[in-house]
């Protein structure tokens, strides 16, 4: 099974060789990636190589060059956008967590549980039939299988802490809205300034609301 849209790839590893999927993963500006290996999985990030066992989830930031060797049977490779996922203020937190920005290495993992496996393996045979649905029903079940990852790497390292009474934050729609520009711009503009004058904030402004709804300033979100 392959789903292929301007903000989010599904592909399945099953049946795959290894020389075919080597090199196959090279993430967008505002791509984010997670991987669930089948088995021993061996990652090149950024020059640095990395071994991963199997039955893990791989949580992958934006903006890194990646590469892959992978010999299991199974397993598969989801990319979506921060446009795609980012629906409410909720999302935001999530996606801008420790799960994918918290980690000393690029990337994070969590081992999958034997109820989270068969968890998997229902949502992805329920993907397979909403693909003939309509558009708009496909992408939504997508977002809800990405959440449930996310939500489950969340839990599983113990992360949730910045997750709390979000609604009650001032300032996460303009958050949202800098985070999406991020992803959009970062390669290009990594000053802050850049953004708070398009959001029609200071700067300082701007990295208080940061730090208030994500933990982060500015410029740590930008990098």
């Not at 991963?52 to 990646?66: D, E, H, R, W, Y």
Request: contains cysteine; hydrophobic residues 35%.
């Amino acid at each position: 099974m392959e789903s292929i849209s301007s903000h989010f790839k599904l592909k399945k590893l099953e049946g795959q060789r290894e020389s075919e999927l080597c090199g196959q993963l090279s993430t967008a500006p505002d791509f984010f990636t997670i991987i669930k290996t089948a088995g021993t999985t061996t990652l090149k990030i950024n020059n640095d190589k990395y071994q991963v066992a199997g039955n893990t989830l791989v949580f992958i930031s934006p903006g890194k060059n990646v590469r892959f060797s992978y010999t299991g049977l199974g397993g598969f490779m989801l990319t979506f956008s921060a446009s795609f996922y980012e629906q409410s203020s909720k999302d935001t937190v999530i996606l801008n967590s420790e799960l994918f920005f918290g980690s000393e290495k690029p990337f994070e993992t969590c081992t999958i549980s034997e109820n989270e496996e068969l968890m998997q393996q229902k949502w992805l045979e329920k993907l397979n039939w909403y693909r003939i649905a309509p558009p708009d029903l496909y992408e939504a079940a997508m977002h809800n299988f990405v959440e449930s990852l996310l939500l489950y790497g969340l839990q599983t390292k113990n992360k949730f802490g910045q997750t709390t009474m979000l609604n009650t934050i001032p300032g996460v729609g303009t958050v949202n809205t800098f985070t999406v520009m991020i992803h959009k711009n970062y390669r290009k503009e990594q000053n802050v300034a850049f953004y708070a004058d398009r959001l029609n904030i200071c700067p300082r402004k701007l990295s208080q609301l940061c730090t208030r709804v994500v933990g982060k300033t500015a410029r740590k979100l930008i990098r």
